[in-house]
């Protein structure tokens, strides 16, 4: 096998199904070098989204709040080939809009709403490494990508302690779980995209983007080859590591000069 490519692996994506989203963007990318490639969302739309990709392809609609949901999405992956290479835990994502359960004062957050956005955002990778580990320990081999986001780990934003803290959990865990499973031959490694522009981001934070050292956003596809570097045997050497995916824009003091 080539050291870029990942032909014969098999490959889970979560929270892929929008069309021109980051989830997406990083399934194709496994795509192109050779994975088989499964997504899973918690909508219909996800099939349209794995008939665009290889024919081996398979969609699958699940909770990943659900741990028994999850076992079952897991199995069903792992099934047809008897076995998983590959997972990137890309589901969940916050608002920056005011008076959303992601951008509330945290006086304001109730516990409900602090409980839902830590169980999208953080249990969902939880869930989905506990049932795919066991897996990869068996075969002697795995790749764990969890996507994270600058939110937390290295920046914030006002009224957004859920979020961040889920994301700077998921970092957290990462590491932690790195350690547990490297002599089993497996890596963990988290990503932090910055400013990516999708479909779901504001006028705001377009603007943000446009502010940051390289003056525009990222793009899916610019997170999605990060991402599939990271799941080809060329990084095996690297784990327990957050790459960060924001142009710059965390170390810049001044914005407004670059």
């Not at 990942?6 to 997406?24: E, K, M, P, Q, W």
């Not at 899973?40 to 741990?67: C, F, M, N, W, Y």
């Not at 709403?113 to 580990?133: G, M, S």
């Not at 956003?217 to 997170?223: C, F, I, L, Q």
């Amino acid at each position: 096998m080539n050291s870029f490519d990942l032909i014969g692996r098999v490959a889970l994506v979560t929270g892929a199904g929008s069309d021109h989203g980051i989830g997406f963007a990083i399934a194709r990318a496994l795509d192109a070098l050779g994975a088989e490639v499964s997504v899973a969302a918690t909508t219909e739309r996800i099939h349209k989204r794995a008939a665009a990709l290889g024919p081996e392809s398979r969609g699958i609609v699940a909770d990943l709040t659900d741990a028994d949901a999850v076992g079952a999405l897991v199995s069903a992956v792992a099934q047809r080939r008897g076995r998983l290479d590959i997972v990137v835990n890309n589901a969940g994502m916050a608002s920056m809009a005011r008076g959303t359960d992601a951008a509330l004062p945290l006086d304001a957050l109730t516990p409900a709403q602090w409980n839902d956005t830590i169980a999208r955002n953080l249990t969902t990778a939880f869930l989905v490494c506990r049932a795919a580990v066991p897996l990869m320990r068996a075969a002697g081999y795995g790749r764990i990508i969890n996507i994270a986001s600058t939110t937390g780990p290295v920046a914030a934003f006002r009224d957004g302690s859920a979020y961040a803290a889920a994301k700077a959990g998921m970092v957290g865990m990462t590491r932690a779980l790195a350690l547990e499973v490297a002599r089993d031959g497996i890596t963990v490694n988290a990503v932090a995209p910055g400013w990516i522009d999708t479909p779901s981001v504001s006028d705001a934070e377009r603007r943000a983007g446009a502010a940051s050292p390289m003056g525009r956003s990222g793009t899916p596809d610019e997170v999605g080859a990060a991402v599939a570097f990271l799941a080809t045997p060329a990084a095996s050497y690297i784990t327990a590591t957050l790459l960060v995916i924001d142009g710059g824009n965390a170390i810049a003091e001044d914005h407004a000069h670059g």
